[in-house]
Nanobody, 115 residues
Framework: QVQLVESGGGLVQAGGSLRLSCAAS????????MGWYRQAPGKERGLVAT???????YYADSVKGRFTISRDNAKNTVYLQMNSLKPEDTAVYYC?????????WGKGTLVTVSS
């Protein structure tokens, strides 16, 4: 059974930093594209960043230069380092694992950025 468990969310002031982690189990982690998505209140879920098995990364324009995605295949974990946080970054952040037609999702972790 595939499980993705996010952690590291919380309340932070604008300008601060948080590091999210997503621990995966039940899948061949290294073969999956891992991603972070977020859903703000009243908005649709959107892509934040992805990292391929070859360590190619992609970022949404809104987070470029502030967020960094990384992965540790030995620990089956993907990270999202978030710096210079803004109130508009407030959302539930979800981890996802994708390979071909298969995709798996975590339950999310809440990030709240106060102004």
């Amino acid at each position: 059974q595939v499980q993705l468990v996010e952690s590291g969310g919380g309340l932070v002031q604008a300008g601060g930093s948080l590091r999210l982690s997503c621990a995966a189990s039940g899948l061949t982690f290294g073969s999956y594209v891992m991603g972070w998505y977020r859903q703000a209140p009243g908005k649709e879920r959107g892509l934040v960043a992805t990292i391929s098995s070859g360590l190619n990364t992609y970022y949404a324009d809104s987070v470029k230069g502030r967020f960094t995605i990384s992965r540790d295949n030995a620990k089956n974990t993907v990270y999202l380092q978030m710096n210079s946080l803004k109130p508009e970054d407030t959302a539930v952040y979800y981890c996802a694992a994708k390979r071909g037609a298969m995709d798996y999702w975590g339950k999310g972790t809440l990030v709240t950025v106060s102004s």
